[in-house]
């Protein structure tokens, strides 16, 4: 990335950080609000994005299209990344809380089990004390290792999410 530039935002968005005193670091949260979040007192249900380096842009743009065009109720997107410049950066610290212990191929150090108690006992707190959530009503949603992360969190907690929205969980190159 150039020096002389910042990054860019999405309009209706929010960048907050948090550190996790259970990962020991800090994650970058983007929050995608509704349109109708400035003028309202409502709360609204929130779809938490794994991978929100790369996912929640996707995410919140295409939740707004179908906001204006579908109907679909207005939501919270809370993208969940990490302060990094590269790809290289980003698969390694995905793979530290992405990968679940006794899967082929996982890290021997991998730390899933710590991702999924600051995700439940930090992330999704910090998020509901700072904006009008529905804490009944959540989302988690991967995609390829995430998308397996999301399995995991619905096996060990399956009250901490209402629903899972997984794609590409990579299972058939785990298991062949």
Known sequence: MSEQYPRAALFGTEARTLFSTIRGREYHLSVALP???KTSTQAYPV?????????????AGLT??????????????????????????????RDLDFDIPGVPGASPDSVSHLFLAALTQEIIPFINAN???IPSDRCLQGYSSSAIVAFYVSFLQPYAMQR??????ILNNIYE
């Open 47 to 59: 779809i938490y994005v794994l991978d929100g380096d790369f996912n929640f842009g996707v995410a």
């Open 131 to 133: 904006y009008r959530t």
């Open 164 to 169: 899972y929205i997984t794609g590409s969980a």
């Open 35 to 37: 349109d109708s979040y």
């Open 64 to 93: 707004r299209f179908s906001n204006w065009f579908r109907k679909v109720p207005e939501l919270i997107i809370v993208g969940i990344g990490y302060d990094m410049e590269t790809s290289e950066q980003f698969a390694q610290l």
